[in-house]
């Protein structure tokens, strides 16, 4: 049941996109990826229109980005990159986990908001902002602008290699997030941007008006708190190994901002229901290689699609 009737349709998300340069023994692959562009092509695989507003060059690596997202019916509305398209170069670390190095296009991303843009951030039923660059006061002022009294899901997403500023990234993410839908943050984003204590974290959003926090904890699963409803979900657990954990929260944050696109829970029973199926499509999108969102539905397909980050 929701509160709220479809007063919109479908889905606009905010943030990055850019190509993976991924390093490793068999040589380097480049593949389309992007923390906000695997969530706008989540949202369609999870069937809900969905519109990515981001900086993308008039370049090679552009094209290809640009032909990702036609493949998998994204409308992407562009914003003029002076610095080309953004890349992230990527190897292993010691610890097996993805170490990002990021051009000058990325680290300087920026976003314009065409009457085009602000038009499909009206007619959206949900906006997602995702990879954000927060440390900027100026993006913030045109993100706030832009979105206006949008319903609002937002994952912080800082990336080491992005962050210039954190005491300002801090400030700019809490601005946006004060009173937004639903906000994810991780345990990753808890060390990075506060005191890495992710209970903490999740009580503090929620004094600043976020209506309701999902934390998740790796394997420990996710809790998910709003107004007289806290909820919990373990790891899914579904056939086949564990094969890449690369998207699996840009797939956690899709498949909840695909469960209220058309409106709110009113109960713990519906917001348990959206935690759960967040939590098997996270499972789902770890049994294949790279960031395309996978639902265990669509598993025995895994090796169709281009994957990214």
């Keep these: 049941m929701s509160d709220e009737s479809s007063r919109a349709s479908g889905a606009v998300v905010i943030g990055d996109a850019l190509i993976d340069e991924i390093r490793g023994d068999g040589g380097v692959r480049e593949l389309v990826g992007g923390a906000a562009l695997n969530v706008a092509v989540g949202l369609r695989r999870l069937g809900v229109p969905t519109t990515l507003i981001a900086m993308v060059g008039d370049d090679e690596a552009g094209a290809h980005?640009?032909?990702y997202l036609d493949d998998?019916?994204?409308t992407l509305i562009s914003s003029t990159a002076p610095n080309g398209s953004s890349r992230a170069i990527?190897?292993?670390?010691a610890d097996g986990e993805p170490v990002y190095v990021f051009n000058e296009a990325a680290q300087r991303r920026s976003i314009r908001y065409s009457e085009q843009a602000v038009q499909a951030i009206a007619d959206a039923g949900l906006?997602?902002?995702s990879c954000f660059p927060f440390d900027v006061p100026a993006e913030v002022d045109a993100l706030v602008d832009a979105v206006g009294e949008a319903r609002l899901a937002i994952d912080p997403n800082p990336r080491a290699g992005m962050l210039s500023d954190r005491e300002?990234?801090?400030?700019?993410?809490?601005r946006v997030a004060a009173g937004a839908s639903i906000v994810k943050v991780g345990a990753d984003d808890a060390a990075l941007l506060y005191d890495g204590d992710l209970d903490a974290l999740r009580s503090r959003l929620r004094a600043l008006g976020v209506r309701a926090v999902l934390a998740t904890a790796g394997s420990d699963g996710a809790t998910l708190e709003t107004d007289g409803a806290v909820v919990t979900a373990p790891i899914?657990?579904?056939p086949g190994p564990v094969i890449d954990t690369v998207g699996a929260g840009d797939a956690t944050l899709a498949a909840v901002a695909a469960g209220l696109a058309d409106g709110t829970p009113v109960d713990a029973e519906g917001w348990r229901r959206i935690l759960v199926r967040a939590m098997d499509v996270a499972a789902a999108t770890c049994r294949a290689e790279g960031g395309l969102l996978r639902t265990p539905e669509s598993l025995a397909d895994a090796d169709r699609g281009v994957f990214g980050s």
């Design 65 to 67: 980005i640009r032909e």
């Design 72 to 74: 998998h019916g994204v």
């Design 236 to 238: 899914s657990s579904l």
């Design 168 to 174: 300002e990234f801090v400030r700019g993410f809490e």
């Design 127 to 129: 906006v997602a902002v």
């Design 90 to 93: 990527v190897e292993r670390g």
